[in-house]
């Protein structure tokens, strides 16, 4: 059995695979460690950032459960800011494409986009963050499966 959280992230990053080599590089789910050479970028990072659980639970009816992802796109490039818009442009179309990706969640929906650069301004590295709320009933005791 594998949770919810873990079959969302992977379906989210599923829908990119077709995108490498030429838009990502790499495509990840569970990177542990920091992004350390330019042969890993552009890189499209999928993460689980937290949740909180409804009151229907309180009944009894199962766990509605409101879950927050994010969906990271990093590049380094003369052309940063044109770079990363084009990656959030595919990740945004992608993920309005199948609002319920594939019947795993009820509804996903984009909740906002944040930018960094790299500390190192001639690095001209960087990342968007764009997050996405899902929202998913699971049976109660068993986090595996949709009710």
Known sequence: MIHIRRQIREAIAGLFVDDKPE???????DRVHAIDSKSMLPC???SFEGEEIGERAARGEGKLRA???AVTVSAQTKTLADTLDDQALIVERKMAADMTLGGLVMHIQHTGTTYETSPD????AGALRLTYAALVMTPEGDASRRA
Do not use: K, S
Request: charged share 30%.
């Open 67 to 69: 879950m927050n992802f």
């Open 121 to 124: 301004g001639e690095a001209r």
């Open 44 to 46: 499209l990072e999928v």
């Open 23 to 29: 838009t990502f590089a790499r495509v990840e789910t």
